[in-house]
């Protein structure tokens, strides 16, 4: 990883975008929908440290070379990051190609390298991922706290969360209906029912764009990894970083994982995992093979 994504709030925030023309005009609609408070600088003004005072990030575009340069200098001398358009060695963060979706932003970047290629990245995203998205989003913001406290287990509140973003609250939320959601959230919390565990088995032999995207994603959703040594690498990198990660497990040990209400991932490298999947079977585990070769 060259450059390291963050997102800033921008709830209450400003935000600075210093120069005149197409270029920072373009940096202005970029924040339009957003809450942010945009402030607009130009000539003497934009090199001025003082009126950077209290910004979340600033942007610099058009002017000459050594106008941009005083602008980025004050910008800085404000204690404010600062991106200066078509000048990557003046930024300090580079502007990526964003999918807004309200409470959901997906952002690509290249480190500024090749912005058409984050701009086509961008759009084949967003064509995956619907307009309602964000309105999700918002739902299991304003009931984290009710989620939090009805399951304050962090296994079983991802178990239960995963169900209800493929449930009828989540339905409702992408429809507009979010006080219909927050009802149908709230209605499934009370039932909460034990959600039973299961083992996944997963091919980790590599390379990982041999992966089904059932399998990507199974793995990108497991509770913990059981990973035979010689898991291939790439595949690994699928999952959670904060999934536990543990050595193979005797079939005991997997029923346990499983009797816990876990979904686990079977990494598996070899056809051993057969005998182990049919012993679990044997005593009523859920299993599932997404898929295996071999």
């Known amino acids: 990883m060259d ?33 942010a408070t945009i402030v ?88 995956r991922v619907p307009e309602g998205t964000g309105r999700i989003a ?39 209906d979010l006080e219909g959601a927050r009802e149908r959230l709230r209605a499934a919390l009370s039932d909460s029912p034990g959600m039973a565990g299961a083992v996944l088995y997963i091919d980790a032999r590599g390379p990982a764009d041999l992966l089904t995207l059932k399998a990507a994603r199974a793995l990108a959703g497991a509770d913990l990894l059981v990973c035979d040594p010689d898991a291939h690498a790439d595949v690994l990198a699928l999952a959670r970083r904060d999934a536990e990660r543990l050595a193979t497990q005797t079939p005991a040990q997997l029923i346990e994982l499983a009797a816990e209400g876990l979904r686990v991932a079977r990494l598996v490298t070899t056809p051993a995992w057969r005998t182990e999947q049919a012993a679990l079977n044997a005593v009523g585990v859920t299993t599932e093979v997404l898929p295996i070769a071999g």
């Open 3 to 35: 450059a390291f994504p963050a997102f800033f709030p921008l709830t209450g925030r400003e935000l600075a975008v210093a120069g005149e023309g197409e270029a920072a005009e373009a940096k202005a609609r970029l924040f339009a929908s957003s809450p």
């Open 40 to 127: 607009r600088l130009a000539g003497a003004q934009a090199l001025d440290p003082k009126a950077y005072a209290g910004m979340v990030l600033a942007f610099v575009a058009g002017g000459d070379e050594a106008w941009a340069r005083a602008a980025v200098a004050a910008a800085r001398d404000a204690g404010v990051p600062v991106n200066a358009t078509d000048r990557p060695a003046l930024c300090d963060f580079t502007t990526p190609a964003v999918i807004d979706r309200g409470e959901v932003v997906a952002a690509i970047g290249t480190g500024g390298g090749s912005p058409m290629l984050a701009t086509m990245l961008r759009h084949d995203i967003e064509a």
């Open 138 to 176: 918002a739902l299991f913001r304003i009931m984290q706290t009710e989620v939090r406290a009805a399951l304050p287990e962090t296994a079983a509140r991802r178990r239960f969360l995963r169900a209800a973003l493929n449930g009828p609250a989540a339905e409702a939320a992408m429809a507009g």
